[in-house]
Every structure is written in C-alpha cells, then in structure tokens.
C-alpha cells in the first residue's frame, strides 16, 4: 500500500467540501434516508428473549427445552441486527480526473460516496473507505460518525495518489480481506480496467457489492474537432487523432459501447445492482432509482 497522504487542502478544495457537506447530508436526511434503511439489510437475526405463546405466532420459533421444563409453550423473540458496515472502494485513476461539462468523475465520485455515507451514518452504520489506482492508495476502516464522513470526503477530493493506473482486481480482493463480515460496498469507477471479473465475483459471494459507472459524455462519442492529439491519462502516452473523420469517430463510438455493454453484462451475470452515474447530469435520481429499484424487488 502506498504511503503518501493527503496534504493540506487548499481553499477552493476546502469550498468544494463544504458544498458537498451541506448538500449531501440533506439529500440523505430528507430523500433516501426511509429508502436505504429499508433496501440495506443488517446482519440478520439475533437472540433477544423468550415469552409465552400468543395464538399466531411462528410455531417455528418455540424453544421445546424451555417449554418442555414451565409446562408451557414459549416461543423465541429475536431482532434485526440493523448496524451495517458500508465500504466505499472509489477508483482514483488518472481517467477519473476526466470531466468535460459539469465535473470531474473523482468529483461525482466524491459527490455519490458523500450520499452514500451520510445515509448510512443516519442510520447508525460504520462506513469505511479503499482508495486505489496501481495499488491502494488509502485505507480507513470502518468507523461511526459525521466526523469521519466528512475525513472520507475530504480524502476522496484531496488525496494526491502515488500512481496514475487502475487495478480493480487488488482493490477488490483488499475489500474482501478488509471487510470481515457482510457489508454493502459500493464500487465507485469509470471501469476502464481488465483482470478484475474473477475478484468481482468472489466479492460479490461476500458482500453486496453494487457497482457505480461514472460516465462522461466524451467516454461515448468523439467531437469534430479536426486534427487533435488525445493524452491517455494512465500511461501518459500521446495519440494525434483525426476526429473529424467520420469513421475514426463511428470507430470509437462502437468500440467504447460495446465495452460498456461488456461491463454491465458482467454485472447482470453475478445479479449485480449496477447504477449508471454521468458527470453531465444528476447524481441523485440514479441512485434514488436504485433504491427504488431494491425496494419493489423486496416488497414482492
């Protein structure tokens, strides 16, 4: 893991944190607060007490040893273990500084794990955080409380990474040996990786894991911007293209859908919750949509 840490952050940081904070936190507490308590499970059941009988309740729960010593049928009564533990795995890339209308993908990034955390900590979960590029960058574990939703915050926007590449896979196998217990990890990335399906799937058979696409419009479709020469953020590598050939445009087009279609064909194989997020548009209504979604799946 690398050792670099975040530096001081500058004031227009400082403004862009404040801005989330106070954004966030009230979409948490007015729109998806009542959602995600009920779309986020808790541990399971755990033991509480024993109590007589009453007409209708579940035969399945009646301890015979107790029963069978007060001459008397007494059923179990357990409770939801609520307290949860959320995992944020956020992609720190040289690709997620691309941004070309509203923001950055590291800024909506920042943005969706703000919600994200913030509903959780509403709801008394820990929330802890994976940054990683080549390697993983960061490790907070998971912890309670407004103090440390507003660190992880800060870390995502801030943190200068030590390499510029992308590894899903170390990523993903560092969740699972970090998260001990069944957690919701949300899985914050462009995607724009290979070798990682075998890690994802195993996570999966952990965790809840639900993947966050970020999308910019120029991941979709090159301009016609004439004679151009295009930087691969990861590798530094220059490429002179020219965009306004309508092939080289149609080539790309194809290319890059049919790589996103590849990725969400992974995701619907492993029964993958994925949510789409563009950086032109609202962060909000996918993921409302998404808990929408899990709602109605659960009701029925």
Not at 95 to 101: K, L, P, V
Not at 224 to 237: H, M, N, Q, R, Y
Request: glycine share 4%; hydrophobic share 45%; with cysteine.
């Amino acid at each position: 893991m690398a050792q670099r840490g975040s530096s001081p952050l500058p004031a227009e940081l400082l403004k862009q944190l404040r801005a989330i904070e106070i954004r966030t936190q009230r979409l948490a507490n007015e729109q998806l607060s009542g959602t995600y308590h009920s779309v986020f499970k808790g541990q399971g059941l755990s033991f509480r007490e024993v109590r007589a009988y009453n007409p209708g309740d579940d035969v399945r729960f009646i301890d015979w040893n107790v029963s069978a010593r007060m001459n008397e049928t007494f059923v179990k009564v357990f409770t939801e273990e609520r307290e949860m533990t959320v995992m944020l795995v956020v992609d720190l890339s040289q690709s997620e500084e691309w941004g070309t209308i509203r923001a950055s993908k590291a800024r909506v990034a920042a943005e969706i794990c703000a919600l994200c955390a913030f509903s959780a900590i509403k709801n008394n979960d820990r929330v802890g955080l994976v940054l990683a590029t080549d390697v993983v960058e960061k490790l907070l574990p998971p912890q309670k409380g407004d103090k440390h939703v507003m660190r992880v915050i800060r870390e995502i926007l801030g943190f200068k990474p030590e390499y510029s590449g992308t590894n899903l896979k170390l990523a993903l196998e560092t969740l699972s040996k970090v998260a001990k217990r069944k957690s919701v990890a949300f899985v914050v990335s462009d995607f724009f990786a290979s070798g990682y399906e075998r890690a994802l799937a195993l996570a999966s058979a952990k965790h809840d894991v639900i993947p966050v696409m970020l999308v910019d419009p120029r991941d979709e479709e090159l301009p016609d911007v004439g004679l151009a020469s295009f930087e691969d953020l990861e590798t530094g590598e220059d490429v002179l293209v020219d965009t306004s050939d309508r092939r080289v445009r149609d080539h790309y087009k194809v290319t890059m859908r049919a790589a996103r279609l590849a990725r969400e064909r992974l995701f619907a194989k492993l029964a993958l919750d994925h949510v789409v997020v563009r950086t032109d548009q609202s962060f909000v209504e996918p993921l409302r949509a998404l808990f929408a979604k899990r709602a109605r799946r659960l009701r029925r």
